[in-house]
């Protein structure tokens, strides 16, 4: 069983104000958000210091040895130093992807009244959008009560007050049609599979669209890929879902997708001199026609074959 889950997440949000947090994990501290952590993480390309990046961070940890079931789902574990730097430093230096992906549904972004985001972690790239769309009413909604906590603190030193938050479990969603959009940002692929979570979205919030950032193949094709870090002794799944299948899904609920963008990072990300753990890079090959460059976003022996997909009710 893994330690943060709704109920187990709260054992960590004892700490008084959030100024410390207990790993519950590894048991030790963690330092305060507001400034150690975002300050010594920070970088002018929005990552944090060190050997990993988003979505690196994320720890779809299973203590046992299947990584194919979807209790997996439930078994994110680590709340570590560098998982929360992940989350909070995105606050102060959005991430690239993030700017894309608001630019990609920017148009259903205005037209909407209440949009949810699953998994949004701390709420950091939700509070972008938020930002961004100040007439539209966000909630950032995950699993893990901590990371809620913390986003609702930096959120009320903000003054965001189109932004709140909720915890959820997208596994278990509750029926409700109060929101028009969902979107979710670099959380699908590290769930075990695509069509539960997509049949929840479908079934339980029946959205007008649903905007996903994760990692998708143009073709027939779906991998189930499990992730294990020998040396740190972590798993999690870096999952490559096929477009068609998704399309497929889709039909099946009476939606469609409306459009897919690959997300093509317009910076250069430097390979981590730690090869043992997980951590995005680019490496840049001349496409084609020779006339341009293009960069290959690569994690550990992984290639990261990003896209944004817009999906509509039919
Ligand atoms: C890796 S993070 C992505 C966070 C954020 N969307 C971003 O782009 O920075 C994935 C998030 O999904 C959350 N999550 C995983 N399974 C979930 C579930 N079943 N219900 C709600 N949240 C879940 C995790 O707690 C984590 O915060």
Redo the contacts with the bound molecule.
Sequence with gaps: MGL?SPSRGDAVAHAPCCSVIMDPCRMRMAPRIEDSVIASHENPEGRPRGPRS??D??R?VKTGSEMDSKKA??D?TSFDERQLA??TT?WKNP?ES?KAFEAFIAHRLDGSRRII??????G???AFLAGRHPATDFVA????SD?LRIGENVAKNQGLDNLAFRQ????EMPETTEFDGVV????LS??PEPVE?LVQVFTKLKPEWFAL?SLFYEGDISCTISVHEHVTGQRFFYNVYAIPEIRRVCAEHGYHIASTKRFEIGIDLEKPDNLDAMGTYTRRVVTESSDTIERLQISGPILMPWHMLLIERS
Excluded: R
Excluded at 117 to 122: C, E, H, I, N
Excluded at 141 to 144: G, H, I, L, Q, T
Excluded at 184 to 187: D, E, F, K, P, R
């Design positions: 943060l988003w979505p961070h994320a779809l789902a439930d994110w992940y989350h995105q991430k993030t985001d699953l998994g949004a972690g701390t950091a790239a939700t909604a995950d699993y893990v990371f959820l479990d997208w596994m979710s940002l670099q959380t590290w769930l979570p950032t």
